[in-house]
DNA sequence: TCATGTGAAGAGCTTCACAGCA
DNA sequence: TGCTGTGAAGCTCTTCACATGA
């Protein structure tokens, strides 16, 4: 394998998933070979950057042709650790739980929702699409059983450290949180944040600031 | 003013929002002044880089004191433009536009949900919340009338980029898209995009590469 | 010839170290 | 004294320019 030893930069771990959508796309319509300039087109990317991106890992194209689609797939896929079906859980039936499960089940191939999990007695035993919504007192039960890697958070603010403890002790070692809140985890445990608020108040800047410029 | 003349870098413009929040829980608890130190505690960025975002655009502090929380709040709306009530859109009333809608309209300080977007007559003319779902070939209208800067787009992809569109026409000129789809726009609409799928797939890279540590 | 792979230069952001001031 | 404000250094990631090889 003639891939590197230093630690994978962050920036790249976000845009092989990117990468990843287009090579779907293209070999679905039996597209073989695709350039970086191509990609470039596709993603937004410059192609100098994605051949970087990609020459990290290794060497995964062919010198004056570009790379092979289902080559590049495959080694993006083993890269990223999609190459068997991830099982995750999502923390909160509530509306946006909710919409979490239906997406991901939907909308998102490679992961696979075993479960959601709640305490309000009036959704647990309910189901979301063919996902049953169980009390947060079985999580530990159920991501053991189905080997579960990830936890998407999506409970109320209150809540959300309480949750992130069953989480922990679950074992679970990813957290994907929705909650505006800065979780206390141990130090094996990787947080990632999306505040829905926030993203959309710093966005303001760019409505209010363009508009400075008529 | 002793501001910058310099574009604001886009790493501080989305701290500022965290910042804000912690002023509005402080300023809660009657707190009169805050150190770089104690809001680094709360948000876990380094003070220098705290000290550094908030000198961009000004001296708001006072040496040997810290800030004054209602001083460095009142400032940071007006950098960010939240001084005035923001009034947003979302496009799509499914079930992810759905629980954005709630989201925004709930625990959303700053900004104002004026009316959800949707195609499907099976929904139009429904309410979530107090915010009401209207055919999309009345956005221009409520746009104009409610002078609406910001679109949340949550429709499915084959509808991206014909929402979009009707955004744009609308007089719209920031979109906050959470469809899998490089929208295309004219050069002065800013889009700025947010892929659960894509986020989701990168944090596998980490759920797995963390086990091959053990 | 043509597109990848890669050292070097550049840009942007963060951390350091300390001067400046209440 | 204590905390802000800030030039300088450092780091990370991106862009450039071109050598490399099918």
Redesign the pocket.
Known sequence: MPSNNKEA????IRRLPVYLRILDNLIRNEVEI????ELSEETG?????I?????FFG?????????HTSVLRENILRIIGLDEQTNIVVVGAGHLGNALVRYNTTKNPYVNVVAAFDVDSEVVGTKILDVEVVHSSKMKEVVEKYDVKVAILAVPSDHAQVATEDIVKSGIGVIFNFSPIKLQVPDDVYVHNVDLSIELQSLIYYATSAEDKI
Chains 1, 2 share one sequence.
């Open positions: 930069p962050r920036s790249v695709v350039s970086s300039r990317f410059t192609a100098e950057q051949r970087k991106d990609l020459a060497a995964f194209g062919t010198r004056g042709t570009g790379y």
